[in-house]
């Protein structure tokens, strides 16, 4: 392992499926990233703050398991323990943390904001999972706080470190597709995610809010443009009928405004109710048209394709989260853009601890919270318009400053 002097503690909260994949055959993302920060010696401590002892434990059992196959000698301790359900054990877990140290919080939508608030007042550096928070007032407040306390603030929006799409950002920059006049976005998962995956917490949130939002963030990080409208409309057909009172499609136009370069529209169709037998969880494609060309990125095909007796098609992405074979040909090592973006996280946090950088001079490509004042003006918009019979709604008076 690499010099632990400047090592950082890493606070997880949550240990959920995209912490360590509850539910499912895998690791998740935040952990196989977090064993990987270990290995490269930015993380000394690793903490999984879960609320329920079973929990807990089963994210031990995980983080067991990975050791092994990622042969890393990685210090992992979890909480609750000793009492059945404590909502609060992160609380008592970030008040051991050391000086500059980074959590990231991965637990259900509505959560996020009274989790982070109080992570950053006990100066914790915090990486939160898209979407930050639903609105305006609370991305308002939180940036409010980060600067207080002096803390970086990002959002875990992995789509940015995607080279598919760092390739339109510069094909966008370089004004190779000439003036943009439409980006058309098709992405859906499974009816299995409504229905099992996060059936206790899906009626907190919507189709766009929980998947969508990722393309919303998109734009603006691959275009510099501002929301000004928005409008939306969302059909209610299987899901209602398995109980679960929300949206199985939701189709968003928004018109955005590029500076001197005008405006240009973007259209959205997000939904969960594809077939469990689908060939990938995801289904996702973005296309832009612009007066000089036209871009296509299919980021479903990437062009590996599995079939294998009794189970169907699966299109796999070899680029979000894999363990692929270390240089020493035994063990495992995390790759993809999917841990990229938390190991950037981790990386900007020693440099904090060490002194190289400081919270507020960390902008360019990151997805600071700053950056999320335009998603929770375009979700807020959307919640808006769809309960208000689909009318568009001004999304710009929300995330301009009073
Ligand atoms: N699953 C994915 O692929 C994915 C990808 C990117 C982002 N996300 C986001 O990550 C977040 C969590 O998603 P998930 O898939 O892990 O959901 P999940 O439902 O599998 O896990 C959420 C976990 O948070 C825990 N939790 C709730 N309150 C807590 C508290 N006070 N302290 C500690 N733990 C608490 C729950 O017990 C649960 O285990 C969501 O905001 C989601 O939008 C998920």
Redesign the pocket.
């Known amino acids: 392992m690499a010099d632990q002097g400047s090592a950082i503690d890493l606070l997880i909260?949550?240990?959920?499926?995209?912490?360590c994949g509850?539910?499912t055959d895998g690791f998740?993302?935040i952990l196989p990233a977090a064993f990987e920060a270990c290995r490269a010696g930015l993380v000394g401590r690793i903490h999984i703050?879960?609320?329920?002892e079973e929990?807990a434990q089963a994210a031990l059992a995980k983080a067991e398991e990975l050791r092994k196959l990622m042969g890393v000698d990685a210090e992992v301790t979890v909480s609750p323990q000793g009492t059945e359900h404590d909502?609060?054990?992160?609380i008592k877990a970030a008040e051991a943390l050391s000086r500059d140290s980074a959590a990231i919080i991965?637990?259900?939508?509505h959560?996020?904001f009274d989790?982070t608030r109080q992570l950053i007042e006990r100066k914790v550096h915090v990486q939160v999972?898209?979407?930050l928070v639903p609105g305006v007032k609370e991305t308002r407040e939180l940036i409010a706080l980060k600067k207080k306390f002096n803390v970086l603030g990002l959002v875990?929006f992995?789509k940015r470190f995607d080279e598919s799409n760092l390739k339109l950002r510069e094909l966008i920059e370089g004004d190779a597709l000439g003036e943009l006049l439409n980006f058309r976005i098709q992405y859906s998962q499974r009816k299995i995610i409504p229905t099992r995956?996060?059936r206790?917490?899906v009626e907190q949130?919507d189709i766009l809010q929980?998947l969508g939002v990722h393309y919303v963030d998109l734009i603006h990080f691959l275009t510099g443009a501002k929301p000004m409208r928005v409008m939306s409309y969302g059909l209610k057909k299987y899901l209602v009928k398995e109980g679960i009172n929300t949206f199985d499609t939701i189709q968003t136009l928004i018109e955005w405004r590029r500076g001197e370069d005008g405006d240009f529209l973007s259209s959205h169709l997000t939904g969960w109710v594809d077939a469990d037998t689908s060939s990938a969880m995801s289904d996702q494609r973005l296309e832009v048209q612009g007066t000089r060309g036209r871009c296509l990125v299919d980021q479903k095909n990437r062009g590996v394709s599995l079939s294998l007796d009794g189970k169907g098609v699966e299109d796999i992405n070899p680029y979000f989260t894999q363990l692929y074979p270390a240089i020493d040909g035994k063990n495992k090592r995390a790759a993809g853009y999917g841990p990229e973006s938390i190991l950037s996280f981790l990386r900007d946090v020693q440099n904090i601890k060490n002194g190289v950088s400081h919270p507020a001079g960390l902008g360019g490509l990151r997805a600071t919270f700053e950056s999320s004042l335009y998603v929770a003006a375009v979700l807020e918009a959307s919640r808006i318009s769809l309960e208000g019979n689909n009318c568009w709604v001004d999304a710009s008076p929300l995330w301009a400053e009073v």
Do not use: C
């Open positions: 909260v949550g240990a959920g499926m995209y912490v509850k539910g998740g993302t703050a879960a609320q329920s929990s909502s609060r054990a992160f991965s637990v259900p939508d959560l996020h989790i999972v898209k979407p875990e992995h995956a996060f206790n917490w949130t929980y």
